[in-house]
C-alpha cells in the first residue's frame, strides 16, 4: 500500500487541496517550522502501512515527537516544557527509557502539537473532516482552520463573530505562546488557542452541520447539505466539486444545486432552478441563519458509485470547508406499483395520410400497473404491466393491494380494510387489465427505448362505442322483429374499434421533442425546465415518453394519433386482484 506521508523542500509551492485516491478525497499540507507547531487536522488519513507503526508512516525522521491534549480544554496556557503524560497522550520516535507510546494514530478533527527537527512540509490524504467547535467560557480551547494557501484570511476573517474581550495565543516554535489581534493571518491548519467569554463570540463564517461520518451520501436523487451562517452579516459562497485525482477523465458525479431566482428565505425557496455544481453558482445566506442546501442527481443517472469534493468558498475566497460526497446508487429500481398519467395528443394523420398538429392538443389520463418477480439484471425476472380503467387502493394492516373491482373494494372496507383511493383512466373500456406487451420483457419496466404496447377494442355494441347511440333506433346494433328485438351483428349498425396503442419510454425529455426543446411539451403539472428531471424524481417515480395510436374500424382507411405520455406512481402495491 502506498505511503500516505510526502516530504516537500520548504521553497517548493504545495497544493494543499489536490485530491487524489478514488476513495481519498483531499490532501493536507502541514508547513511546519522548526521547533514546536501547533496544527490542525482536516483530514482522516489513510491507513498507513500494516508493518509500520501508524505515526512512523505519517511522519518523517525529522519529526520526533507529537502532543494531543486529552481533556476537552486548557484552564491556563498550557507549559510545553513540563508536559505531564496524564494529560496528553504522547508519540516519540525514540520513547526513552520506562516510556512508552500513548498516542498511535492521527485523526482528522483534532489539533496536535508536533515538534520537528527542521522546516518541512508533510502531507496526509484523506476525506476531509468537519472539526465541531464549541467555544466553553473561561476555558481555552485548541483549534484550527482550513483555508485557501494563496490567499491567507485574518482571525476576523475566520471569526464571524466580533472578538470582543476573547484572546488568541498561537504558539511559536520555542513553545512560548504569544497574544495575537484580529489582524493576524491564519494560516491553513494552523492551531491557535481561543478564549472565550461566552459561548457564542467566536464561530466560523459558514459551518456544515449533521454529516454521516463526515460524508454526503446520494443514496436518492436528492440529498440536503446543512449549513450555517452563524456571523452577524450575510455570507455568499460558491458551491462546486472537485474531481478525485484517480477518477477516470477527471470524472465527477452530474450534481445539481437547487439555485433561487430570489433571496433566500429561511423557511425555504419557492422560485429557483436546477443549476450544474460545473458553473459553480453562488448562494447567500442571511446572518444568523441555518439552511439546508439541496442537492440533486438525475436518477437515471445514479448508475454507478462515485466519489469527489464538494466545496463551499465564500465570496472573497478566504474561507472554505471541504466534505466528502459519495454517490451510492440504489439497487436496480423496482417499478412496481399503480402509475397515474397524462397522454397529450398533438398529431393527427387522417384518411388522407396527412400527419398534422392539432389546433389544440388534448389530454386524458392513463392508468397502468407493474408486478415485478425475480431480481434483476436480467432474467428470471419477469415484468407484468397492465393498462386498466380503474384501479382502487385498499389497505390491510401495513400492506396494501390494487383491486379492479369496486363492488369487492367496498365488501373489503366494510370488513375493516382502509380505502386508500380511487384512480380511474375512463377512455380505456374495459374494466378488466389488459396485459401489456414489453419490448424488450427484461430488466425494469420503463427503461430507456423500451415499448410497452397493447390492442384495446371497443366492441360495436359498448356504450361508449362511437358508433352506438342508446336512444337512436338507426345506432343501437339493435332491431325490432314483430314483438322481439334482437341483437345485430358487427358491421350492420356500428363496428368494432380497435385500439393499437404503443407507449415509448425515454431517458430524455428533450428526445420527445422534434425541436430538442422539451419547453415545448404543455403536459400539465410538470416543470419541463427541469431537464434535469431531478425535482420530479425524474427516472424513478416518474417516467415518460412518446405515444402511438392506430385507430381502426372508425373509416376504411387507418388513423394514426401521435404525442406524448408522463407517468407518475402513486401507489407501490405490487398485489393486483382482477376478481
Known sequence: MRNPAFVCLPFLLCSCFNPIGFG?????????????????????????????????????DSITSVYRWKRKGFSELPNLARVDVD????????????????LTTIQGGECYIIESQSQIHVGLVGNPVQLRRFWRTRMLSLTGFQVPTDKLPTVADCFSGALGTGKLWKLMPNGEWVEIDADESVRDGTAMLVEAKSFTDFQ??????????????????????????????????TVSLKAVEDAPNR???????????????????????????????AVTIPAQTRYSLRLGIPPRQLKKAMEAVLQLTNEDGGFFEQVSLRVEPPEQPSRKGLWLGTVQITNVQDPNSKNAEVARPFNFRALLHVNEEGEYPGKPASTVAHLLRQAIEVYSGDKAHILTNEQKAIEQIRNGAALGGRFSAILFPSNKPVTLK?????????????????TVSLPYNYAL???????????????????????????????????????????????????????????????MTDFAGIGSGWGQSVLAGKYDEVVSGIHAKDIALSGFFILSRVSEASDLQTE
Open 24 to 60: 481519498a478525497d483531499v490532501r493536507q499540507t502541514l508547513q511546519l517550522k522548526k521547533g514546536l507547531n501547533a496544527v490542525y487536522i482536516y483530514v482522516n488519513p489513510l491507513e498507513p502501512d500494516d508493518d509500520k507503526p501508524s505515526l512512523t508512516s505519517y511522519f518523517p
Open 204 to 237: 466560523q463564517p459558514i459551518r456544515v452541520d449533521q454529516l454521516v461520518g463526515d460524508k454526503l451520501i446520494f443514496t436518492h436523487h436528492q440529498c440536503f447539505l446543512p449549513v450555517s451562517n452563524d456571523g452577524t452579516a450575510q455570507q455568499t459562497i
Open 465 to 527: 362505442n362511437p358508433f352506438v347511440h342508446k336512444y337512436h333506433p338507426d345506432h343501437d346494433s339493435r332491431r325490432r322483429q314483430g314483438n322481439k328485438v334482437v341483437d345485430l351483428d358487427d358491421g350492420v349498425e356500428s363496428f368494432t374499434v380497435n385500439r393499437r396503442i404503443t407507449f415509448t419510454f425515454v431517458s430524455d425529455l428533450r428526445k420527445l421533442s422534434e425541436r430538442g426543446d422539451a419547453r415545448s411539451l404543455s403536459l400539465p403539472k410538470y416543470d
Open 87 to 102: 494529560q496528553w497522550d504522547i508519540w516519540k520516535r525514540k520513547p526513552g527509557k520506562g516510556e512508552s507510546n500513548t
Open 251 to 281: 470524472e465527477v458525479p452530474p450534481v445539481y444545486l437547487w439555485y433561487s431566482t430570489s433571496e433566500i428565505d429561511p423557511s425555504g425557496i419557492v422560485e429557483g432552478r436546477w443549476k450544474p455544481l460545473s458553473e459553480s453558482p
Open 438 to 454: 414489453l419490448t424488450p420483457d427484461d430488466g425494469p419496466f420503463g427503461v430507456d427505448g423500451q415499448k410497452a404496447s397493447v
